[in-house]
């Protein structure tokens, strides 16, 4: 498919482990964002690279979360030593272009965190 | 301190009805603003943006209207079908180089 994908869909980690979350973004998108819903909020950014420049990681919450995009392409979300409030869905959306409107999201990782 | 706010968590309409979503935000610097739509397990879809340098936006059933001095914006489907029934978000943009501020979404349900 040409879309977002997005793995695993789901996780289940025990509190304190690390946890990788991986994001194909469309190929040809510059833009790669990532956003998490926790249950009844709304998405929250955490971080977008754009291109070769210095990723914006003004929306990581903790020192525990870090991000990088290999190549331009695929991009890896870790996060270390979860807790519980961690737990969320995590979205992955690119775009041809920093501010574009039509961000292409994947079907999100559902991490639940025990 | 949420930047954009959706108050109605959810919303139900008749099937043919008008179904209007509202938004406010707090940030006057905001300037480019989008309503996304989410269904269950899928991630959310572009329906409809608005500049700030306008005040209505129209793509077929769906009208995006933006008061900039109240700080509003709100999503008109007309008419409302079953296969609307999703989560609509709408979000805010500045300077079309910034990341996207997302409102907690409303979940609308078009009744048959």
């Known amino acids: 498919g040409a879309g977002v994908s997005q793995s695993p869909s789901n996780k289940v980690t025990e509190k304190g482990k690390d946890v990788e979350l991986r994001c194909d973004p469309i190929?040809?998108?510059?833009?790669l964002y990532w956003y998490r819903q926790s249950l009844g909020q709304g998405l929250e950014f955490l971080i977008y690279?754009?291109?070769?420049?210095?990723?914006?990681k003004s929306g990581l919450p903790s020192d525990r979360f870090s991000a990088e995009r290999t190549g331009g392409s695929v991009s890896t979300l870790t996060i270390q030593r979860t807790q519980q409030e961690d737990s969320a869905v995590y979205l992955c959306?690119?775009?041809?272009?920093?501010?574009?409107?039509?961000?292409?999201f994947g079907s999100g990782t559902q991490l639940s965190v025990l | 301190d949420q930047q954009v706010k959706q108050n109605s968590p959810s919303l139900s309409v008749q099937e043919g009805r008008i179904s209007i979503l509202n938004c406010d935000y707090t940030?006057?610097?905001?300037?480019?603003f989008l309503w996304y739509k989410k269904y269950p397990a899928e991630g959310p879809t572009f329906l409809i943006s608005i500049s700030s340098i306008k005040d209505k936006n129209e793509d077929g059933r769906f009208t995006v209207f933006l008061n900039k001095s109240a700080k509003h914006l709100s999503l008109h489907i007309v008419p409302s079908q079953p296969g609307d029934s999703a989560v609509y978000f709408c979000?805010?943009?500045?300077?079309?180089?910034?990341?996207?501020?997302f409102g907690p979404g409303t979940r609308l349900s078009v009744l048959p």
């Open positions: 190929s040809g998108h510059t833009a």
């Open positions: 979000a805010a943009n500045r300077n079309y180089g910034q990341n996207f501020v």
């Open positions: 959306a690119s775009s041809s272009r920093v501010g574009d409107e039509k961000l292409f």
């Open positions: 690279f754009q291109g070769n420049s210095a990723p914006d």
């Open positions: 940030n006057s610097m905001f300037d480019y």
